[in-house]
Every structure is written in C-alpha cells, then in structure tokens.
C-alpha cells in the first residue's frame, strides 16, 4: 500500500477531515493499543498480514468500530 500515493488522490476536504479524526475520543482510547513501531511497520512494509492484524484488533473494539464509521464518513 504506497500511503502516499492514497494520500495525494484524497480532495483537501477528506485530508483535512481525516487529519481531525486523530484528535477525535475514539482515536485517543485506542492510542495505547499499539506501539509507533508497530504501526511504521505494519503500514510501510507492504505486509498485508501485519496491516489486517492490526485492523482486527482496532475493529474488535468500540473505539475503532467508530472510528471506522467516522473515517466512512470523512471519505464521502
């Protein structure tokens, strides 16, 4: 997944309410769940396995089922 390449197809609109979704309370409960290197690693790799573990645990809990839901929304 080339995160830039996603990044730069997103209008400023998303990019802006997307960049407001890591302030958001669902984004800060689940701040503690995983470690910065973790997540690097998982999202620059290209390891599709890494990348779904890591949105299985997000999505196993309600903090990041709505997160999930407001980054639906954010992408409309």
Known sequence: MDIAKLAGSLSEGQREKIAALGGSEAARALEGMFSEA????????????????????ILSTDEGRRLAQMLDEAMK
């Open 38 to 57: 973790e997540l690097i690693r998982a999202a620059s790799g290209g390891d599709a396995a890494a990348v779904q573990g890591v949105l299985r645990r």
